[in-house]
C-alpha cells in the first residue's frame, strides 16, 4: 500500500490537486482553473488516479463533480504533505518540479530577447 501511494504522490500536480481540495470540494472546473498550464483532460486522468488510489471521494452536484481529499487515506503521508505545504521551500519545489515536467517549448531570456521584433 505504501509503494501505490509513493507512485501517486511522486507526481508533484497530483500533490497539488490534493492540496487544492484539502479543505472543501473543488469541481474539477476550479482544479483546472487554479492549474491554467495544465490541459483539463491531464486534471481529469490526475483525479482519476487519485481516486483509483482512493485519495479523493467523488461527490455528483448537478452536472459537477466534486472532489474532496480523503486525508484519513494518506496514512503516514498526511502529516508530511501538510507540514511541506506550509512551507516556502515547498512552493519553490514544486514551481521547479513543475516546470521541470511541462511539456512543450520553453521559453527564457535568451530565447525572448532573440525572438523579439524591434520597431
Known amino acids: 500500500m505504501t509503494d501505490d501511494l509513493m ?3 511522486h507526481s508533484p500536480r497530483r500533490r ?5 481540495c ?4 473543488c469541481a474539477a472546473g ?3 482553473a487554479a492549474m491554467p498550464d495544465v490541459t483539463f483532460g491531464a486534471i481529469s486522468q490526475h483525479l ?4 483509483a488510489a482512493g485519495l479523493v471521494d467523488v461527490v455528483a452536484q448537478g452536472r459537477n463533480r466534486l472532489y474532496q481529499t480523503r486525508r484519513a487515506a494518506l496514512g503516514p503521508f ?6 511541506s505545504w506550509d512551507d516556502a521551500l515547498y512552493r519553490l519545489t514544486l514551481a521547479a518540479e513543475l516546470e521541470a515536467s ?3 517549448p520553453r521559453t527564457t531570456s535568451r530565447t ?3 525572438t523579439r521584433r524591434r520597431p
Open 78 to 83: 498526511r502529516r508530511w504533505l501538510e507540514q
Open 22 to 25: 484539502w479543505d472543501e470540494p
Open 30 to 32: 476550479a482544479l483546472h
Open 16 to 20: 497539488e490537486l490534493l492540496r487544492l
Open 112 to 114: 525572448r530577447s532573440r
Open 48 to 51: 482519476a488516479a487519485l481516486r
Open 102 to 104: 511541462r511539456r512543450g
Open 7 to 9: 507512485s501517486v504522490l
